[in-house]
């Protein structure tokens, strides 16, 4: 029996025609809507029995009892299979299933006709699934959401939550005092809560559409993203800031393989310790999956390298474009959480504890130096930190120095015993518009992945030994860095301020108005002698009036504006409009480069990522 399951505001069908001889009977046939159920699309396969129908009652019970529905309309839909049941057999199991489930609001559409039908699906992340249910099945899975055992068993961890403040000082979440913290108050909830769907789009979204950054791509997976030119150019300098900041850490740049073979010895284990939904896939007889982490790749290098103590720690970096993770569809939305993203990916192998706790402290600063000047301030993130009880009671003052670093209170949680193959994870994690939180950087301390991997180094007694291994990734995904960029742009235009991008990451830093065409040239001249300087600067040459030329820069957030016109053409400085102020400044062109250049010190730079002149680009339609 195949059963694709759906929690529903509404369904509405009209059986328009039988489609079998054997389609029951029904007299006068009219449109039903219900309203608030689950709707059970259910295909009848052969050799389907009263067994398949009672265990498939069963999970549907079970998966309504935990969304909290007790309505329910099961749908015959022979299209889920093509390997069908004969009628007789199919509607005599349809029926059981609706007497199994007769203390529930309980109903079946018609059997056997064609109807037409729209349904509004919900949007949380058990509002969907997908269903096999055969005779020796006991749980039900998905085709295609395969779980590791640590995703699995995640919900099982025993774990104590506490807040912990700069001085030390550790508080029971009940009684600590949350009015200074409202951001760390909606983290504490969220992960006690875990609910990590939405239920509307935050902010982000539109802006990343209206700013032509990136959209849904409706011919992929969900959760893969297509970027425009703007976006493409913001996330390349972004990865580009990001892998040259470990790069001059010390990180060593590799590139490794995105799928991997499910049962290689050391991927069988290691992903059923990661909580992670993985793709997998089927080739020629082979199990693949695609890689959620760089770490499979850099650990199986670092299993051929020949190392000493003398070279440790020693630090494999590597951009993934793309890590893959199949979340949940209700938790896919804009550019927070993805099935396809863009992972720095940074480890560091260590000799034993003690050098791990203090290469931690060098990538926890580094961590917070790149997100500041990536524009995401101390301010704008509450931190996490997560370990086992034993870490704690051996390091507490390890943690206590993370704490402090941070500079303000952070979410612990301590785990009475250890299950996944880190024993110390800390994060900092990003609130928006909406209450959600997500983790942009993170470290880990684990334990076993050298053992795992067979990864070896010397020590000074001549003896081999395991490395203790480091995970961070100093930003988190690129595409959560613009997310967090733009939600802080909606905070800022919600209460008042003019929303902007860092000057660095803006796709246009100036741009230059003729106010005729005979000053083309002058202007053409100016762009050249600005561009020079490496500053990204267009022409709006388009036959508009000033004020809208002027107003539509504005929306795209472009920080100055030049209108050239005859006094401007004939003056040896600049009349400069700049966006964040609103006011008309004078500066001679020396000024105004090193203006910005200020402002774009040490950060990556690369050319327009369209044509020079407006008129030249094609409007995009979103």
């Known amino acids: 029996m195949r059963i694709l399951q759906l929690h529903c505001d509404s369904i509405e069908y009209t059986p328009t025609k039988k489609e079998i001889k054997s389609a029951e009977d029904i007299e006068n046939p009219e449109t039903q809507r219900l309203e608030e159920l689950v709707v059970v699309f259910v295909a009848i396969e052969d050799g389907d029995d009263s067994s398949v129908a009672q265990n498939a009652i069963s999970q549907i019970k079970d998966s309504m009892q935990k969304i909290g529905s007790k309505k329910l309309l099961l749908y015959p839909y022979a299209h ?51 269903k096999v249910v055969t005779k ?9 959401e395969l779980t590791s ?43 006690a809560a875990k609910q990590r769907h939405v239920d509307q789009p935050p ?21 893969n993203m297509r970027f425009f030119p703007n976006g493409r150019l913001i996330k390349s300098l972004i990865e580009r800031y990001v892998t040259d900041r470990v790069k001059q850490y010390g990180g060593y740049e590799v590139e490794t393989p995105i799928m991997y073979d499910s049962e290689h010895p050391s991927m069988v284990s290691y992903f059923n310790r990661f909580p992670a939904r993985q793709y997998n896939i089927d080739s020629d007889g082979k199990k693949l999956f695609l890689r959620f982490a760089a770490c499979f790749g850099q650990f199986l290098m670092a299993n051929h390298f020949q190392m000493s103590f003398k070279n440790l720690p020693y630090k494999l ?16 939305v804009g550019l927070r959480r993805l099935r396809a993203f863009t992972m720095p990916d940074c480890h560091a192998f260590c000799g034993n504890m003690t050098q791990a706790i203090d290469e931690i402290k060098v990538r926890f600063d580094l961590s917070q130096s790149v997100l500041e000047n990536l524009g995401i301030e101390n301010s704008d993130y509450d931190m996490a930190i997560r370990f086992t009880e034993d870490f704690y009671n051996e390091n507490k003052s390890t943690i206590e120095e993370l ?94 301020r003019k929303p902007q991008l860092p000057l660095w990451l803006s796709p246009t830093q100036v741009r230059i108005i003729p106010l005729k065409e005979e000053f083309y040239d002058f202007c053409e001249k100016l762009t050249d002698r600005i561009s020079e300087n490496s500053v990204r600067v267009d022409i709006d040459d388009r036959n508009e009036s ?15 504006i030049l209108v050239i016109g005859e006094k401007e053409a004939n003056s040896e400085n600049l009349s400069i409009r700049d966006r964040t102020t609103g006011a008309v400044r004078e500066l001679s062109f020396e000024e105004f480069i ?28 979103v």
């Open 546 to 560: 000033i004020g809208k030329r002027i107003r539509e820069a504005e929306k795209e957030w472009i920080r100055y």
């Open 403 to 496: 704490v402090k670093k941070n500079g303000k209170p952070v979410l612990v949680e301590m785990w009475t015993e250890k299950f996944f193959y880190f024993v110390l994870k800390w994060e900092f994690n990003f609130i928006d518009n909406l209450g959600k939180a997500s983790a942009l950087s993170t470290d880990q301390i684990d334990v076993e992945n050298g053992n795992r991997y067979g990864i070896e180094f010397v020590d000074e007694n001549n003896n081999k030994k395991h490395p203790i291994i480091l995970h961070n990734s100093p930003s988190g995904a690129i595409e959560r860095i613009i997310y967090a960029l733009l939600e802080k742009a909606a905070t800022d235009s919600h209460e008042g």
């Open 136 to 144: 020796d099945s006991t749980t039900v899975k998905s085709d295609s």
């Open 149 to 191: 055992e640590a995703l699995e068993g995640e919900s099982k961890i025993r774990s104590i939550w506490k807040i912990m403040s700069p001085d030390g000082t550790m508080s029971n979440i009940a009684d600590f005092d949350f009015s200074k913290h409202p951001k760390l108050e909606i983290l504490a909830k969220y992960e």
């Open 594 to 621: 090193t203006e910005i250049k200020e402002q774009t010190k040490d950060k990556p730079f690369t050319g327009l990522n369209f044509p020079k002149h407006i008129s030249k680009r094609p409007n995009l339609m």
């Open 317 to 332: 970096y590597e951009l993934t474009r793309y890590s893959f993770r199949r979340e949940q569809s209700g938790e896919l």
């Open 80 to 130: 889920l299979s093509s390997n069908l049941a004969k009628p007789s057999v199919a509607i005599s199991l349809l029926k059981e299933m609706e007497s199994l489930a007769s203390d529930l609001d309980v109903s079946h559409s018609p059997f056997g006709w064609t109807k037409s039908y729209k349904l509004q699906v919900k949007g949380h992340p058990l509002a969907e699934s997908s």
């Open 203 to 223: 902010p982000h979204v539109a802006l990343m559409k209206k700013m032509g950054i990136a959209d849904y791509e409706t011919a992929s997976d969900s959760g």
